[in-house]
């Protein structure tokens, strides 16, 4: 039951709206304001209930509120889940301009308590479309006069967390390393080049096919989506959907480090404590992807120039640093320590 999902979840806000006209669910999670308007991306998929997509907009939120803080980003934490009638490479674009066009009334009624940007199932173009028509949207395409995309940022990012948490781990570099890529898209692919030019051995899985071809292409091995978390790897990089790690797999997973994009990567925190006690290192996923956000806020509410954001996506390194350090001294999960650390950034709201 919905109710269910909101009487665990201590965010500010959750809207839901059906649209009967297309068919799509909308769900707009708003977690927090403390540092600033909530943002977050909006996510568009198939999800198997309406409850289902609200507990995925309100956890997707509440990892937002941790990003934001942990980068030191002067927003808060909310989400967009726009449940689709059908998967979303089934809806056409005459539909898929409808379902946008109610979205933007959303943002509009909201009226900058929550600005979008994109996620898994949105692009910049979509970004265009839902700025024009409500003003609170970042990540437009550069034609359009905004900054792009913010994949490749969050890329580099996931990429400075791996070999920070490589190095944790005891690994000088990724060089002859095997890394194994889960989700070829936006993100996984562009980790997966600048693992392979690292020299890392990279194993690889998509859903689909054309992407598993590319990465072929780029020299990397590739296995079935199903028998990934059977392969043995020295850096496992989560990059498709989130939840893939519960009690059962931190204690089989064959890996020294776990380090992705993929947002909500542990199931809860004894995933994470399970992970910790096998000695696996694991960077957690709203600081080792966070530069997708430091790209958009960067860019679009702080005036930085593309040097300035990528300076600061490289100071993920440090911020790993401070949390595999709070882990050791305090003898905690790094999931815990990370958890602390933008606590810590909460209680002291951005200037
Ligand atoms: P995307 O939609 O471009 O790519 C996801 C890929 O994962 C697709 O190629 C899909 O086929 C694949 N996939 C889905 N289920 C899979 C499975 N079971 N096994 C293997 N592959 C599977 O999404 P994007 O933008 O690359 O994001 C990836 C993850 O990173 C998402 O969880 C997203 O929320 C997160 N993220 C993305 C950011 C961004 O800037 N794009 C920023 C921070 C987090
Ligand atoms: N959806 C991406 C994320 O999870 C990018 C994004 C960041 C979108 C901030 C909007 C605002 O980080």
């Known amino acids: ?209 054309d992407r598993c071809r590319r990465a072929r292409d780029l020299g990397a091995a590739i296995v079935r989506p199903e028998e990934v978390l059977d392969v043995e790897s020295d850096v496992y990089a989560p990059c498709a959907m989130g939840g893939v790690i519960d009690v059962d797999v931190a204690r089989r997973i064959r890996t020294s480090v776990v380090a992705g994009a993929a947002n909500n990567v542990l199931v809860d925190p004894a995933a994470g404590e399970e992970l910790a006690r096998r000695g696996v290192v694991y960077a957690p996923d709203f600081i080792a992807n966070g530069g997708g956000a430091i790209h958009l806020v960067g860019r679009e509410v702080l005036g930085w120039s593309p040097a300035e954001v990528a300076s600061h996506v490289d100071g993920i390194a440090a911020t790993l640093s401070e949390v595999f350090e709070r882990a050791r001294t305090a003898r905690l999960s790094p999931d815990r320590a990370a958890h602390d650390l933008a606590q810590s950034r909460l209680d002291r709201p951005a200037a």
């Open 1 to 209: 039951m919905i109710e269910n999902v909101l009487t665990g979840w201590d965010g500010a806000l959750c809207s839901s709206r059906y649209d009967r006209e297309t068919g799509a669910f909308f769900t707009v999670a708003v977690h927090s304001r403390r540092r600033g308007p909530a943002a977050g991306g909006t996510r568009a998929m198939h999800y198997a209930s309406h409850e289902d997509a609200v507990a995925d907009a309100t956890r997707l939120a509440s990892a937002m509120t941790l990003k934001m803080a942990a980068a030191d980003l002067p927003m808060g934490g909310g989400k967009s889940v726009i449940a689709l009638p059908a998967p979303r490479h089934e809806i056409d674009d005459d539909l898929w301009q409808r379902i946008l066009q109610v979205h933007a009334e959303n943002l509009s009624a909201l009226n900058g308590t929550y600005w979008t940007g994109p996620d898994v199932g949105t692009t910049s173009a979509d970004m265009d479309l839902l700025h024009g028509r409500s003003g609170f949207a970042f990540g437009r395409s550069v034609d359009a006069g905004g900054p792009g995309s913010s994949a490749p940022s969050t890329a580099q990012g996931v990429y400075v967390a791996m070999r920070t948490a490589a190095a944790e781990a005891g690994m000088n570099d990724l060089a002859g390393r095997r890394v194994l890529v889960q989700g070829l898209g936006a993100v996984g692919m562009d980790v997966l080049e600048l693992a392979t030019k690292d020299g890392a051995d990279v194993v690889a899985a998509d859903l689909d096919e």
